[in-house]
């Protein structure tokens, strides 16, 4: 058994908002699904950090929802900026679970232990977010993925962080995030969100101890990372 990770998904199976539009992008969902059935296999788990489905509803979404399904492996699912998709708990639980989708699972002010892991984090927010409102997003983010790594270190196994938005690039850092991380002695960290022209702002590599790694979908040539 072993762990993936890969993001941004941006699947619009059930709706028009095709990706191929964008360099990089061409049969983007073929060779994704091609891809993952060559490296996951059905015992092993794969995270999803955010921008999974172009769907403005859960019933919107759930083409692309059987997509994954019908994928080997389990699947953790995070927030994206783009997953409008995203309600309450309770109504994300029972969708899911009304439509048989068992190999989907949504982590939320939660963890999940898979692999000898604990798999948390949320979606993130912007490094210079400075209007009251982005403020008050970034620190109720703050407020989940502290809830969150709590919920993972209760599990007796080692926390893995996993968020949409990058909490460190190359030129920024979005501090209160970064913080969290360095405070908790989280290890690894992998996000998401970069896309084409921004993806070498990434930073890939080891921060204060910290390593740090972008999984977005282009960026790994939709190929699920193996992590562990």
Known sequence: MALFVIGDLHLSLGTDKPMDIFRGWQDYQQRLEQQWRETVGTEDTVVIPGDVSWAMSLEGALTDFRFLHGLPGKKLIL????????????????????????????????????????????????????????????????????????????????????????????EAVCEELFAVLREEGIKRCYYGHLHGPSIPRAFCGEREGIRFQLVSGDALGFRPLKIL
């Open 79 to 170: 927030k994206g900026n783009h997953d409008y998709w995203w309600c309450t708990r309770r109504k994300m639980d029972t969708f899911l679970s009304e439509n048989g989708l068992h190999t989907l699972r949504i982590v939320h002010n939660d963890a999940v232990a898979a692999e000898g892991v604990a798999v948390c984090g949320t979606r993130g927010w912007f490094y210079d977010a400075e209007e009251d409102a982005d403020r008050k997003v970034l620190l109720r983010e703050v407020g989940r993925l502290k809830t969150s790594i709590a919920a993972a270190k209760a599990t007796g196994l080692e926390p893995i962080v996993f968020l949409h938005y990058p909490p460190v690039t190359r």
